[in-house]
């Protein structure tokens, strides 16, 4: 009877060694087939970024930049040209009408997903101007409609609009005046 108990105790034993040699197994294979293919989910602590970079590690990925290469000449144009005002960047249409009450403007489902480019402010954050760039794909006329929704918006808003093509950037000095005077248009409507 003692050699059926060692007989079974030697048998489980051998069973937990299988079951484990198994599960180690297929652990090896899924997390090798997590790596490969782009079907598979993606091994423990990668995002679900760009199909062609989600597998790579971090450091090989491209940057995100918030504003392209034109953009930020721009920003720093308009930095440089208005030093005691504040410039902020992609700032949505509907934040803007929401700050006047949705009465402002009737067609707020237009504007949902449009930004202005910058915003220039005081320091007490009272607006100055609304910043645009227009490409060259804005001038199509689906989104035409959306950049003279924006315009409108603007408009009614009371905001200034001053709109610059990317590869015709002004420099320092022109988007210092431009900025003074739309201060001045905003300030004063009727001499103008």
């Given at each position: ?85 504040s410039v ?46 227009i490409w ?57």
């Amino acid at each position: 009877m003692r050699d059926a108990y060692f007989f079974l105790a030697l048998l489980a034993i051998a069973i937990l060694v299988a079951i484990a040699f198994v599960a180690i197994k297929i652990r090896k294979h899924a997390s090798a087939r997590r790596v490969v293919g782009n079907t598979a989910a993606p091994a423990k602590g990668v995002g679900f970024g760009e199909p062609e970079t989600r597998f790579l590690e971090s450091s090989r990925r491209s940057q995100y930049r918030l504003l392209n290469t034109s953009e930020q000449a721009l920003y720093h144009r308009l930095v440089d040209a208005m030093p005691n005002m504040s410039v902020f960047c992609q700032v949505g249409i509907v934040q803007l009408v929401q700050l006047r009450g949705h009465h402002a403007v009737e067609e707020i489902h237009d504007l949902i997903g449009r930004c202005v480019n910058f915003l220039v402010c005081r320091d007490d954050f009272t607006i100055v101007a609304a910043v645009d760039l227009i490409w060259p794909t804005d001038e199509e006329p689906e989104r035409r409609k959306g950049a003279e929704s924006k315009r409108l918006a603007l408009e009614k808003l009371e905001i200034p609009l001053i709109v610059y093509r990317p590869h015709q950037l002004p420099g320092v000095d022109a988007i210092a005046r431009e900025v003074a005077g739309a201060i001045l248009r905003k300030s004063h409507p009727d001499s103008m």
